[in-house]
């Protein structure tokens, strides 16, 4: 037998009908037992069917059928026995029993309901526990990853000061790099400049070495005159724009032409004038 075959509610309704028939075994007493001389006897029957009844009011009080189908053919007989005999004893007795008997019975409800209480309430204890646990593990896997973030944390954090020792490494490296770069270049520039103003002092002197030269100067270029010092105005005969403008084959003297025209060609070529010339 498995509880497939037997569902809760046939194996239920089996147990009120054998309680059911348990009480009406116990019930038949109050009649069969019961005999109106003997007081004792009937004594000891009280006594054992309402025990027997208060014993169930706690045992069957889970299943209200099975307590009802118990205690009332238990006590039913015997009170309707007593109070149908009539006389004083025996209707307190019958009375008491009925009153004893709806007693029980709210004891019976009472108990069954908490009893239904504690049922839930363990069940919303279970419930509880298990969303407690859940959530519990769930802080705990938190406080794991949390623990392990800030493992990351702190070793990314190791890394980055590392990188930063280096980097100011490298900062300080290179700042003195520029600052030894900087010395250089004012260095170089104060050089520099001594010698532009060296360069200039040297243009001034042999500018007015040029300048007060009895002979005349000229600096030639494709074909024309492109300097020339005021000797050279006094010789030649030409003012400045004069001697700018012309090709300098025009203000050479026609005896001396063929021999500019060569010293001109020899110097283009080679790169140097003869050492010794005259015009």
């Not at 037997?6 to 009908?17: I, N, Y």
């Not at 030269?213 to 006094?234: P, S, T, W």
């Amino acid at each position: 037998l498995n509880a497939q075959t037997f569902p809760a509610g046939t194996w239920e309704r089996r147990f009120v009908l054998l309680v059911l028939a348990s009480g009406i075994i116990w019930g038949s007493t109050g009649f069969f037992l019961f005999l109106p001389d003997r007081h004792g006897l009937q004594m000891i029957l009280y006594f054992v069917l309402t025990a027997m009844a208060a014993g169930a009011a706690e045992t069957f009080s889970a299943v209200p059928a099975a307590f009802f189908g118990y205690t009332v053919p238990t006590l039913l007989p015997i009170t309707i026995r007593s109070i149908f005999i009539g006389d004083h004893i025996h209707s307190i007795l019958g009375y008491g029993t009925l009153i004893f008997l709806l007693a029980i019975s709210l004891f019976s409800i009472r108990f069954y309901k908490k009893t239904i209480e504690l049922i839930q309430l363990k069940f919303e204890n279970t419930d509880l526990v298990k969303k407690l646990s859940s959530e519990k593990e769930r802080i705990e896997q938190m406080n794991k990853n949390l623990k392990e973030e800030v493992l990351e944390r702190k070793k990314t954090e190791a890394v980055l000061a590392e990188h930063k020792k280096n980097l100011e490494k490298i900062i300080a490296g290179r700042t003195m790099e520029l600052k030894e770069a900087n010395i250089g270049l004012k260095k170089e520039i104060e050089e520099r400049m001594l010698a532009e103003k060296a360069l200039k002092k040297s243009e001034e002197k042999y500018r007015l070495l040029v300048e007060k030269a009895n002979d005349a100067i000229c600096i030639l270029q494709d074909g024309k005159v492109k300097f020339h010092n005021r000797k050279a105005e006094e010789l030649f005969g030409y003012d400045a724009e004069e001697l700018a403008s012309k090709p300098y084959m025009e203000i050479i003297h026609a005896d001396d032409l063929n021999t500019a025209k060569q010293i001109y060609m020899e110097t283009k070529t080679r790169g140097v004038m003869p050492e010794a010339l005259s015009l």
